[in-house]
């Protein structure tokens, strides 16, 4: 990470290889459980993929309309009424993009000047920092720290703390709910502090609601929906959660004309549109996804976490219990563990599973460095059998 990489800007020295690339090789390497990277080991629904050989057969294979295909925007928009009560006009309202990482990018570059400050929260998304400093801006991060509730750790943030991050040079907050990776859905009240910040110093909030549809505990709120905050928030979505097809790629966002207007400017020169014959897939698994598709996602979806919760503890981690996500954070000190670093890199080859350091995810690194994130978007043979390596293979760790 300190050594220079030649050639690379100054904007993007020190970031290395992402953190999911770097396990992901190592759990190829020693063919472990990859409980690290977040894509679903199962496939997407049959009539989704159907759609997508449709759609190529049809026809739909040139350039798309820059801001999405009419019927997906179309079907965006049905989406935010059906679930949020948003009402939204497809043709000015809502953008498509290469994946939710296109769409946060092309926020940022959008909608900051260099030298405007960008306030997140830690843990965050990787992404995020690498697209602040790639826009110029400046990061400035409020923590997430696990407070004991009456169900287990919770993520909390301390509101007033989050105020005083704020300054005159803030241009927007970067705000996760579902959060990723401690699995917080933050509560109506909270997200109304963070309203109240928003509108009193008049930022933008980019909300990342890429889980909106994996909600175990309480529900999930859009911030768009809360007084005052519909003309300032810029909310982010994508198809690769809700529908297991990680690798198609297909994110949105939702925002009023004037920041459309802003952020189709950046999209138009990142990728100016996204694969065709994707887009129409995924408009049609929204306009058909019915209840019972989302009561059976969050069905299967709570199911595997509680069984990796109940393994992790097993073995002797502490896990925070995610109220949202796939992704679970654990406390490896109970194990005598210090650096989630250290325990991440002997994992793969040790005990033959693979998981992500949370201080990855954090600017100090102190915050995170107790916390392993663990996956479940895997079949519950797979966690099975990646709670059975790490239960026989605890020992090996400690050597
Ligand atoms: N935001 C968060 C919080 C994520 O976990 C991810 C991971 N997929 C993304 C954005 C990126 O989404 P996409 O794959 O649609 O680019
Ligand atoms: N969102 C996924 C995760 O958090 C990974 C995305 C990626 O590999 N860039 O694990």
Known sequence: ??????????????????????????????????????????????????????????????????????????????????????????????????????????????????????VMFEPYYDSYLASICMAGAAPRVQTLRAVEGEDGPTFRFDADALERVVSGKTRAILLNTPHNPSGRVFSREELAQIAAIARKNDLIVISDEVYEHLVYEGQHVPIATLPGMRERTVTISSAGKTFSLTGWKVGWTVAPPPLTRALRSAHQFITFATATPLQHAIAVALEQADERYYDELVAAYRARRDKLCAGLSEVGFAPARPEGTYFVCADIRPLGFESDVALCRVLPERAGVAAIPTSAFCRNKAEGEHLVRFAFCKSEALLDEGIRRLRDNIETLRA
């Open 1 to 118: 990470m300190s050594t220079r990489v030649p050639y690379l800007t100054a904007r993007l020295q020190g970031f290395g290889t992402t953190i999911f690339a770097e396990v992901t090789r190592a759990a190829i390497e020693h063919d472990a459980v990859n409980l690290g990277q977040g894509f679903p080991d199962f496939d997407g629904l049959d009539f989704v993929r159907e759609a997508a050989i449709e759609a190529l057969r049809a026809g739909h294979n040139q350039y798309a309309r820059s801001f999405g295909v009419p019927a997906l925007n179309r079907a965006i928009a049905a989406h935010q009424k059906r679930f949020y009560d948003i009402d939204c006009d497809p043709d000015s309202e809502v953008t498509v993009y290469s994946g939710a990482t296109e769409a946060i990018f092309a926020a940022l570059q959008a909608l900051c000047d260099v030298g405007d400050e960008v």
